[in-house]
């Protein structure tokens, strides 16, 4: 159906197009104006060059003012949990403390044979990590606060029996190394 609509267009204006030839020399005419436009247009853009650079500037700086601003008035995700919450602010406070506490233990028994475990732990603390900051997300968006909350308390539960397992291997790691080379005779 389009197709008929051009065709009977092209039926209607036929006889009334422009198919004559331009006049000797238009070519050179109309090369010759637009030179002389680009000139002027060259000219004025010449005159003007420095605002470009200075409107470029003041933008820069009006977005970096922008930024700074608000990154100091911004409220960090701890900040609205401890709105929601204050006791998991305490208990977060607790909790971190003593698991930064027993990483900086784990990572002074770090030796040949311990090495892997440790890493492994590293590994399975960055996954609770992870998770932790999901809860965290999760209860400012409105969730089961209750229910939330016992997740957040269970993860870092989780976090510090792991690292108090781990210790333990490492322990039991040295005191098989300590035997072995006791017994060892040259």
């Excluded at 004559?20 to 247009?41: C, D, M, S």
């Excluded at 208990?91 to 003593?98: A, D, T």
Aim: proline fraction near 2%; charged fraction near 30%; aromatic fraction near 6%.
């Amino acid at each position: 159906m389009e197709k008929d609509t051009i065709n009977k267009l092209f039926n209607d204006l036929q006889g009334s197009f422009d198919i004559e030839e331009p006049i000797e020399g238009h070519e050179t005419r109309f090369l010759e104006k637009l030179r002389q436009k680009n000139t002027v247009a060259t000219i004025t853009k010449k005159k003007n060059s420095w605002w470009k650079p200075l409107s470029i500037a003041a933008s820069i700086a009006l977005l970096f003012f922008l930024a700074i601003g608000g990154l100091n008035n911004s409220i960090t995700t701890e900040d609205k949990v401890a709105e929601i919450s204050p006791e998991v602010s305490k208990s977060e406070l607790y909790f971190v403390s003593l698991i930064d506490d027993q990483i900086k233990e784990l990572e002074k028994e770090n030796s040949p044979e311990t090495k892997k475990i440790i890493e492994d732990t590293l590994l399975q603390l960055n996954k609770l990590e992870k998770n932790y900051s999901q809860l965290e997300q999760d209860l400012l968006n409105g969730g089961n606060s209750k229910l939330i909350l016992s997740a957040m308390i269970t993860n870092f539960q989780t976090r510090i029996d792991l690292l108090n397992e781990v210790l333990a291997q490492i322990d039991r790691i040295k005191k098989i190394k300590n035997t072995h080379d006791e017994n060892f005779t040259i």
